[in-house]
């Protein structure tokens, strides 16, 4: 993708952009396009930013945003033209730009328009809106998956590179599998959702749809963080976990939880365990029927009145644009009373909990994405009872606090198959890690903090105390040399350790810079023991990162092994002291 | 409160106590009392642990509990008897004891018995019982205030050593004020609720009276801790602070915000906003009337479905024994609309976020606990509007995730006057910090999670740095001095620092301890300038903790000023170099 970046201008992006437009001949991907023009002109403010300099990470990227998420000056119809022109509803342009966006035109992104969806986000095909079904983006005979219908068609058709979506049950997720792209749900919370149309204010996550992963998670690290406008915000912990372990344990469902899926759909599945395995992963089967169950709270409980709660009182008032399903689900919720709410509420959390002792001792959940791939004739002819069975694997993922990443997982049947990587909440990074092994893809981190850790000795990858980082959520940045001013002693430790001394006159040092959230790395140090301490260290290229030392006078007893250039080559060619 | 543990026999202070229960005459603060032979009997086992070597932090203190609170075997009736026999409540005996009573009687109290409340604790004036109202311990003609009446008014009459209530609306605040003695309620989620009758499940508390705020802090200290049965739990954020600054910026409200109070009651306030300021702490004035406004919402608008979903069903079977004004809050709630519960949480959620941009810049706030202090003839009067008047100042705490602490803060009108101490959510210990010096007490902390960091030289009380440890929570353990295997030199830094070298042979050099949370640490790990580091320090008494360290080099170029004992000395007499 950088090559890409570095290579074409923005105004020459756009422009093939809005050629695909016309090539693809899908006007129901689109409920409102930018004039070219104007996004031309958008990407020419960003080509003169980047000749001035400016470091803008998606320069020049196309996006195309759900039509459920405010863009300033347009209408937001969620699915619904009346909604946006209706003193019932939300009539006239939007005033702001929901944060979401806004942050990632600042950082260089040209809006394309505003996409097609299942009717205020309710849905998981794609054919619940009057702007018509959004047809599959290579077997045009079946759904696209929704609700996020258009974004994800508009990605996979390689028109947009980013497609924003919303997620509540699944709309950021099924599409992606769907569209053999990937779809990033991060935890409720973390990416602000001021600026979006609800469906269930409670669950609801702006979702990215990307080609590769990399993107993904880099459009997401930029759309993450608490805002002003968002009070239902939820900031990264000071422990949240940077990275996921090099060989984790992945929880897979039993064979009865997949019962679902078809014998061709199980295979696929099976396929994408094994794929997870070739990680140097480890798999563990657990039941998931709990979460599975929670998934019904989601539409035949009470939790149905958040969505009446947010267009119930448009939709009373019978426009004839309102899609019959959807306005059926949504009028459903109208009546119920908040103590069945509150009730379900309680449901849920100890669903929720119930939901972490099963993932004890897992880092991961892997599922498929969804059960089917319907025709849009299917979905037409029975609009409810396959749209439910899409939500099996989905449904329950914001209702019990995880976090999601839809993967494509090759083929079934003769169109994308996909499954999604679970994480419990703020352990996106991890879920993201793993997806990343399993496409093969290198990602970047998608929180922004972190504290960067120089390590010398026994918590290199390889050696025994590396463990202990790899509990701690630390993040590999990247090998390194100390600068020149430092000496290598083996300490009189067990396990061997060496103390990096710093001296003024030395060499450089081989070693690893690892990234840990501050909680971790006060979690570290309190375990640290003597004659180990942490202080500042000077790299080859003149940063300073915080490093390990020891005291002058473990130094001054140890073995100088500085010409070995660094521990391991030091172990490797043996040590003239015993250790102890 | 330590010196009558070591010297009072548990089976003494348990027979004490149940002489003050007969001299006392107060039958309605009791729903039911343990036989005093049960008692004893447990007495008596916790003085056999103690003796054979037990430690057990509240041996032999007496334990009341308020009867929402379930204690095994002992029926728990919620202030309402028929809902502990009737199918459509929760007939029989406990069958498990709340975790939060579990844990108190694990280090030692002895329950004396269940304590009468406003039923379904839906009240603050202590009067809604068929088992009688609370009278007042010293004034009976006025109410004890509610709805942990009986608790209250057990710890205020030095009957019980703690007292158990639950916290929704104040009832854990307003009878501590009119009792003259200490209500703790932490950050919701901190004590586990199972066990527990609901009022509103989504923000019900457990709380302590005590007549000293010491004792306070170490029982909710032990009660502290997420457990299994509990899904809602919340455990404390790895930066959380576990210590007020010096001289914190105490908020206060606007004069307009005390209208409500006679104007006894705002001197008697003014006194209080002056001892604050005498312990160090500036004030500055907030508006408030946005948080009195979200107050409204917990009784006028959609929460009160909540009580609803608690007991509702059991309501609806008009019991005999239900106090009507409770029974007509309470159906109030069965028919209000999810939908309208999901906005009323909407505007919570607007408020809480609106209380933190109020609350910018200030590490707490104090209020006014309640607004007057009624006879009960004149709340039997006039049931409610009264009553809500009482909440004024308390209503709204729980719904915007603050913690609060109650404090007696002298007379007015011939009664106890009290404050309130208020803090973000999980900030719990800065209000128990404050507390403690408007009290003069000195307490403990009521997280029990920290890392212990020595500190010798610029981050001491007192020196440049210091300011450092402040803001990131640390908490004072004690000045102590190193083992003599240190020496300490003075830097060649800017402020002058000492770097402590271990030597094997030097002296004992003096420093303070902070305790931090291990996210406060790692981002002053992460701070740390170089030379100085962070590692082991053993200290005289042959323990170890982390403490401060410099490189070799550094710590070599340095001036020995290890004679002079500690930094403090050493700059008092001066350092033979210049520094920088």
């Known amino acids: 993708m950088s090559d890409v970046l570095v290579e074409t201008m923005a105004e020459q992006r756009v422009r093939d952009a809005y050629a695909r437009i016309a090539a693809a001949d899908r006007p129901e991907v689109w409920i409102a396009l930018v004039p070219e023009a104007d996004a031309l002109a958008a990407a020419r403010v960003v080509d003169a930013r980047v000749a001035a300099g400016a470091d803008l990470p998606l320069a020049g990227l196309t996006l195309a945003v759900k039509d459920n998420i405010d863009v300033a000056g347009m209408l937001t119809t969620a699915g619904c033209p009346s909604y946006a022109t209706s003193p019932a509803g939300r009539p006239g342009p939007a005033p702001v730009t929901a944060p979401a966006v806004e942050r990632l035109v600042a950082a260089g992104a040209v809006l394309l328009g505003k996409t097609n969806l299942d009717q205020f986000a309710t849905g998981l095909v794609g054919t619940r809106s009057p702007f018509g079904a959004v047809r599959h983006a290579t077997l045009p005979d079946r759904v696209s998956g929704g609700s996020s219908s258009g974004s994800a068609v508009a990605v996979a058709l390689g028109i947009a590179d980013i497609g924003l979506g919303t997620d509540t049950a699944g709309s950021g997720r099924v599409p992606a599998a769907f569209g053999g792209i990937v779809g990033i ?116 409980g009470a939790i149905v009145a958040e969505r009446y709660e947010a267009v119930g009182a448009f939709l009373d008032t019978a426009p004839p644009d309102a899609d019959p399903t959807v306005a059926a689900i949504i009028a459903a919720g109208r009546d119920v009373a ?41 979905v037409q002819a029975d609009p409810v009872a396959i749209n439910r069975r899409l939500g099996t694997y989905t449904n329950f993922v914001n209702m019990l606090d995880l976090a999601a990443v839809a993967v494509p997982a090759g083929t079934v049947d003769g169109g994308p ?164």
């Open 417 to 580: 198959f996909g499954v999604t990587v679970l994480a419990r909440a703020f352990d996106d990074q991890l879920a993201l890690d793993l997806s990343a092994r399993l496409l093969r893809e290198s990602v970047g981190s998608v929180v922004e903090a972190g504290v960067d850790v120089l390590v010398v000795g026994a918590h290199l990858r390889g050696q025994p105390l590396h463990p202990e980082l790899e509990a701690l959520g630390a993040r590999f940045v990247a090998s390194v040399r100390t600068s020149a001013a430092y000496r290598l002693v083996a300490l009189d430790t067990v396990p061997r350790k060496p103390g990096l001394v710093r001296t003024g006159s030395g060499s450089p040092i081989a070693g690893e810079v690892w990234r840990m959230s501050a909680g971790a790395l006060g979690s570290f140090l309190a375990a640290l023991p003597a004659p180990m301490s942490l202080g500042r260290a000077e790299l080859e290229d003149g940063s300073w990162v915080v490093g390990f030392g020891c005291t002058a006078e473990a130094g001054a007893a140890g073995v100088d092994v500085t010409d070995a250039g660094g521990w391991v080559a030091a172990l490797a060619r043996g040590i003239d002291a015993p250790a102890g």
């Open 185 to 300: 749900k991060t935890t409720v919370g973390l990416v602000p959702t001021s600026g979006v149309i609800p469906a269930c204010r409670t669950y609801d996550v702006v979702t990215t749809f990307t080609r590769d992963l990399a993107l993904g998670v880099l459009a997401t690290r930029l759309m993450v963080g608490t805002d002003p406008t968002d009070p239902s915000g939820r900031p990264w912990p000071a422990d949240v976990r940077l990275g996921l372990r090099a060989a984790p344990v992945v929880a897979v469902p039993r064979p009865d939880d997949l019962l679902p899926l078809s014998p061709t759909w199980r295979a696929a599945f099976a396929a994408a365990v094994a794929s997870v395995r070739a990680t140097g992963a480890s798999t563990v089967e657990v039941d998931v029927s709990p979460m599975l169950e929670a998934a019904r709270l989601l539409y035949d």
């Open 338 to 378: 908040a103590h069945a709410y509150v009730a379900d509420r309680a449901t849920l959390a100890a669903a929720a909990a119930r939901t972490e002792e099963i993932l004890a001792g897992a880092d991961l959940l892997l599922l498929p994405t969804t059960t089917e791939h319907p025709t849009i004739a299917a």
